[in-house]
C-alpha cells in the first residue's frame, strides 16, 4: 500500500524553480528520516537530499548543494524539496523516501513514494 505521495510534478526552463511535496498518509512517518532521490532511465538512483525526523540534521548532494533546500512539516506530515537555479540536468523522476533509521547518510530506505517527473529545459 503506497503510504508517500509526491506532488509538484511539471515543468521549468532552465534557472527556474518548483518546489516537490511528498505527503505521508498518515503522522506515522513524522517521526522517520525523510529524503529525496531522483532516477534517469538507464542510471542508478541518486540520492538528492535527507532530512532528520527533527529537522536538526540536513545533507545535500554536491550537485544540488545551494540551489536545492529540503524541509518537513511533521504538522502536515509533509517534507518539501524546493528546487532553485535548475538545470537541464536536473531533468528526472524524483522520489521521496523514508526510513526509521535516526541517520541521513548511509540509509536504506524502506518507503517510497511512486515519483513525480521534473523535466527542466533548455
Known amino acids: 500500500q503506497v503510504q508517500l505521495a509526491e506532488s509538484g510534478r511539471g515543468s521549468a526552463q532552465a534557472g527556474g524553480s518548483l518546489r516537490l511535496s511528498c505527503a505521508a498518509s498518515?503522522?506515522?512517518?513524522?517521526?522517520?528520516?525523510m529524503a529525496w532521490f531522483r532516477q534517469v532511465p538507464g542510471k542508478e538512483r541518486e540520492f538528492v537530499s535527507g532530512?532528520?525526523?527533527?529537522?536538526?540534521?540536513?545533507y545535500y548532494a554536491d550537485s544540488v548543494k545551494g540551489r536545492f533546500t529540503i524541509a518537513r512539516d511533521n504538522a502536515k506530515s509533509t517534507v518539501y524539496l524546493q528546487m532553485s537555479s535548475l538545470k537541464p540536468e536536473d531533468t528526472a523522476v524524483y522520489y521521496c523516501a523514508a526510513s526509521p533509521v535516526p541517520r541521513v547518510r548511509n540509509v536504506d530506505y524502506n518507503y517510497w513514494g511512486q515519483g513525480t517527473q521534473v523535466t527542466v529545459s533548455s
Open positions: 532530512i532528520r525526523w527533527d529537522s536538526q540534521y540536513k
Open positions: 498518515t503522522p506515522s512517518f513524522n517521526g522517520y528520516t
